[in-house]
């Protein structure tokens, strides 16, 4: 079932994920080689907590951490470790925090120091995806349209869309219905209404679109080995079209 937020939850939902565009600018100052995704991890719990709010993550269907760190062929739930960040990978950070009820939930991928062309490149090409879809998330349209948007920006590019995971809608629940795919056809779909609240992420890979999860249970990687790039805003539907809630 769909639901609908009042422009006062709508409220509560955009200080939530301010939370987090907060949080991405000031880790954007400490990724740099040499530092491990579980300080960033540390960083990003003590910092969330500041702000009144709770890690969305942590304990969530067992998972341990306040972020999901994925580093190069990792697609999306990388768990922060020892590991530590070299010049010329990159890192997704997924992160929600809860705050009076209400879940956020945002992504973006960062270069650690100089990367390559093609790492830019297949980042660029996931975030210009993002922002295409989010411009369809408009009352009367059709949630897939959302998805072609998403799919043909990055098909065009020469990359491919991850199959296995999805956007979702969000609210006091991170996961709510409906799904959101990052591939379908225009006008399928539920149709869209004022007041929808959506986490809307493109997960695109540089090679195949298929994916396998490590033995840890959560960490899904490229099956061929290949970069993927993920990004990721909560936004609401209004009647004026839609209003992303994760920046600032």
């Known amino acids: 079932m769909i639901v609908l937020k009042s422009p006062r939850e709508i409220a509560t ?20 080689p040499g530092v491990t995704t579980a300080e960033l991890d540390q960083e990003a719990e003590l910092f969330i907590r500041s702000h009144n709010a709770v890690p969305a993550f942590k304990g969530y269907r067992g998972y341990p951490a306040t972020l999901c760190t994925s580093v190069n062929e990792e697609v999306i739930h990388g768990i922060p470790s020892k590991r530590k960040l070299r010049k010329g990978d990159i890192v997704s950070i997924d992160v929600g925090a809860v ?18 062309d093609d790492a830019l490149r297949l980042m660029e090409a996931t975030e210009r995806a993002l922002m295409e879809g989010i411009e369809r998330a408009r009352p009367g349209n059709r949630l897939h349209d959302i998805s072609a ?11 491919s869309v991850v199959r296995e995971f999805v956007g979702h809608g969000i609210g006091r629940s991170l996961h709510e219905d409906p799904q959101v795919p990052n591939f379908g056809r225009k006008g399928s779909g539920p149709l869209l209404q004022e007041g929808m609240t959506l986490a809307i992420e493109p997960m695109v890979n540089q090679g195949t679109w298929k994916v396998e999860i490590l033995d840890d249970g ?13 990004f990721e805003h909560s936004i609401a539907i209004t009647s004026n079209g839609p209003v992303i809630l994760s920046v600032l």
Request: proline share 2%; aromatic share 12%.
């Open 218 to 230: 959560w960490t899904a990687v490229t099956a061929d080995g290949s970069l993927s790039a993920h």
């Open 149 to 159: 948007a998403i799919q043909d920006v990055v098909e065009r590019a020469g990359f």
């Open 13 to 32: 939902m955009r200080e939530a994920n301010r939370i987090l565009a907060l949080l991405f600018e000031h880790l954007q100052g400490l990724i740099q």
């Open 99 to 116: 705050y009076e009820g209400f879940y956020s939930d945002s992504a973006r991928t960062f270069p650690v120091g100089e990367v390559s």
